[in-house]
């Protein structure tokens, strides 16, 4: 069984940072790529940044290149992705996912390229 559990998530002004956290169990981070999406309301779960576990290949949406950052420990069996810089259209709700798969050869910008979940957490930008 894998589990995801995202974290960190809350309100913060618009040009703020926040970090979230997505602790995974079982074999998530031994193999294949983590992906981070979000969902806003009335819109479908969007593609954010994905990453191999090993952190050699890592693929952002041009709306958020250069003000997210993904990165793992694993020791912890963490994901974070670091957000900074964040703007009102930032608001959602985000999960991660995970897939045992090569990220070469997965379509890891969908929702269709990803086996596990997280509940989510919610990120609200004021501005």
């Known amino acids: 069984q894998v589990q995801l559990v995202e974290s960190g998530g809350g309100l913060v002004q618009a040009g703020g940072s926040l970090s979230l956290s997505c602790a995974g169990s079982?074999?998530?981070?031994?193999?294949?790529?983590m992906g981070w999406f979000r969902q806003a309301p009335g819109k479908e779960r969007a593609f954010v940044g994905a990453?191999?576990?090993?952190?050699?290949?890592?693929y952002y949406a041009d709306s958020v290149k250069g003000r997210f950052t993904i990165s793992s420990d694993n020791a912890k069996n963490t994901m974070y992705l670091q957000m900074n810089s964040l703007k009102p259209e930032d608001t959602a709700i985000y999960y991660c996912?995970?897939?045992?798969?090569?990220?070469?050869?997965?379509?890891?910008?969908?929702?269709?390229?990803?086996?596990?979940w997280g509940q989510g957490t919610q990120v609200t930008v004021s501005s």
């Open positions: 996912a995970s897939s045992r798969a090569p990220i070469d050869i997965s379509d890891y910008e969908s929702v269709r390229g990803y086996n596990y």
């Open positions: 079982g074999r998530t981070f031994s193999s294949g790529y």
């Open positions: 990453s191999s576990w090993s952190g050699r290949r890592t």
